[in-house]
């Protein structure tokens, strides 16, 4: 998608930090870190949502998850983390291009709110 923003982060026409790459999954740290570590974790791909998930894309989401878990290995968050994904207007998603908040390094209240 040309205009979508992290898809201009992925071919690194806007400057990432970069925490994790391969094939499908690209993870960078979020801009305005709302914990300790924050990381954006999505696939290439561009999918608008997680409203767009499907029998034909949904493969790389697990290719997300399995991108986390090493993501965690990594970065030694061995006291855990949280994944969040928000999804549309209610869901306050600002950034049309589908993603994972990994959230770490303090303790995350629950209810989120
Ligand atoms: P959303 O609100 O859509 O779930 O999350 C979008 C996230 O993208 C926000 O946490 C915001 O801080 C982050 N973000 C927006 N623009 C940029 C950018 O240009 N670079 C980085 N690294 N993060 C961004
Ligand atoms: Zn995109």
Redesign the pocket.
């Known amino acids: 998608m040309q205009d979508c923003?992290?898809c201009k982060?992925v071919r690194g026409e806007?400057l990432?930090?970069k925490v994790y790459e391969d094939n499908e999954v690209y993870a960078?740290?979020?801009?305005?870190?709302?914990a300790p570590f924050?990381t954006?974790i999505i696939p290439k791909q561009h999918i608008s949502s997680a409203a767009e998930i499907d029998s034909t894309n949904s493969q790389v989401i697990s290719k997300v998850f399995e991108a986390a878990a090493k993501i965690a290995k990594q970065e030694n968050l061995e006291n855990g983390f949280r994944i969040?994904?928000?999804c549309g207007a209610d869901?306050?998603?600002?950034?049309g291009h589908i993603?994972f908040?990994l959230l770490a390094r303090r303790n995350l209240a629950w209810p989120p709110g």
């Open positions: 923003l992290f982060i806007i990432s930090t960078f740290l979020d801009i305005d870190p709302q924050h954006i969040v994904n928000n869901g306050g998603q600002t950034v993603h908040h």
